[in-house]
């Protein structure tokens, strides 16, 4: 009778941490310490502005092993930390592995080294669950260079319908109100007069895809993939003084 009444006990401690935290609901890990976050396990898009932008809106996406909180007492805050102090942003949930937040122009009005991380609290309890990595963010007057490392696929058969390549790199973004990384396809590199402007979809700061559409595809050709920063609108301007990536090439085949 006794070790019935220890086993009933026990089971009602359990399930009594389990309802005060003790398993946070959206898949967080418990064990995870805020202070373990050596490596990034968070990213945003865009990573940049230039000063005097209006409100914008980042995608923030969760990385390896960590997640949002999305379910009972669990919430996320959104900081803003720049200059040695924190401004919580207006944040919203889209999944376990991604959400939205809104950097007021008040952030973006002067040039700016700033890091954006998310935090996990218990609301009832006012406890911290998890914290992520600072994801750097930069207000600056310059657009950054892109770069590209490698394109997949780089080889397609002629006849092909549209392709999507998936572009990895550096310095991909939106980089003020018409200025943003866009692919191109080119066949000497003069971008104005030979390039033909992709669908282009920023993933993050390293990451773009482009759409290659099947009319480009009928013929064997080799050709060269160019990411600008500029304004893609400015056509008036042939493109002139924008920085863009170096060029990987790619082929259509017989």
Known sequence: MLRLKTILIGSLLVLWQLGCGGSPQGGLNPARSPSANAQANISISPASATPGSADLTVTITALKTFSFGGGGPWINKVLWSANGSDTELSATLISSSQLTAIIPAALLASPVQA?????VWDH???TLVARSSSAPFQVTTATPSPSISSISPAV????SPAVTITIDGANFGHYGHFIWSTAFW???????DTGTWLQTTIVNDSQ???VIPANLLQSPTSVQIVVMNGDVMGMSDGYFGYPRSNSVTFTVTP
């Not at 397609?156 to 006849?159: D, E, K, L, N, Q």
């Not at 080119?186 to 104005?192: F, I, Q, R, W, Y």
């Open 115 to 119: 890091g954006l991380r998310v935090e």
């Open 124 to 126: 009832i309890e006012g």
């Open 156 to 159: 397609v058969a002629a006849g």
């Open 186 to 192: 080119t066949t000497n590199g003069n971008l104005h």
């Open 208 to 210: 773009l895809t482009a």
